[in-house]
Each structure stands twice: as C-alpha cells, then as structure tokens.
C-alpha cells in the first residue's frame, strides 16, 4: 500500500506558475505508475498528467499540453506537476494517484491509490 500527500496548491494570478508535488510513503515508490487529475465545481475529474514508472514516458491531456510539466524523482518518493501559463479553467481540486500497472492509463478507475488532494485557484 502507498500513502499520497499533495502540496504546493495556492492562489495565482492568470499566466502564473505553481509546482505541485506529491509526496509518497509506504511501498516502493518506483513500482508504480503516477498522475495528476483534477476536479472542478460540478464537473467529472479529469486526467492531467501520468508518468511511468522509471519516469522515461510521460502524458499529458490536450488542454495542458506546452503549459504543465509531469516528472518524478523515485529517490525522494516525489512526483511533480510544474504548472505553467495557469488560465482560469484550470481551477480545481487537483489530486495525485498511484497505478500498479505498468501501462500509462487516463481513466481514474485503473488509479489504486489516491491523495486527499490540493486547491488550485487561478483568479485576478
């Protein structure tokens, strides 16, 4: 089993940055694959970011392709979302998950294990 702990959420202005991080504890961390969703007021949670286990396959949803940043260090137990050019569509309650499975997947319900999740408000 792995406990996750998002950090690094806050309120920024629009064209701003925020680095988010997710703090990993309880099994191997490298053994699992890593993203990042997010869930606004009365929408669905939605897939922002995964990456592989070792860190060498990286993905990203259409809407944040060029602006954020997924990446890990399995030394420290971390995984990251460098978030870039925030818009205000991208408020939201953003969350990190952990994936047994070797295979980079998009849908929540693959996601094992989950962090209580981090507010992300982009507003002038």
């Known amino acids: 089993q792995v406990q996750l702990v998002e950090s690094g959420g806050g309120l920024v202005q629009p064209g701003g940055s925020l680095r988010l991080s997710c703090a990993a504890s309880?099994?191997?961390?490298?053994?699992?694959?890593m993203a990042w969703f997010r869930q606004a007021p009365g929408k669905e949670r939605e897939f922002v970011a995964g990456i592989s286990r070792g860190g060498g396959t990286t993905d990203s949803a259409d809407s944040v392709k060029g602006r954020f940043t997924i990446s890990r260090d399995n030394a420290k137990n971390t995984v990251y979302l460098q978030m870039n050019s925030l818009k205000p569509e991208d408020t939201a309650v953003y969350y990190c998950?952990?994936?047994?499975?070797?295979?980079?997947?998009?849908?929540?319900?693959?996601?094992?294990?989950w962090g209580p999740g981090t507010q992300v408000t982009v507003s002038s």
């Open positions: 998950a952990a994936d047994q499975s070797t295979v980079l997947r998009r849908i929540s319900t693959f996601y094992d294990y």
């Open positions: 309880g099994r191997t961390f490298s053994s699992y694959t």
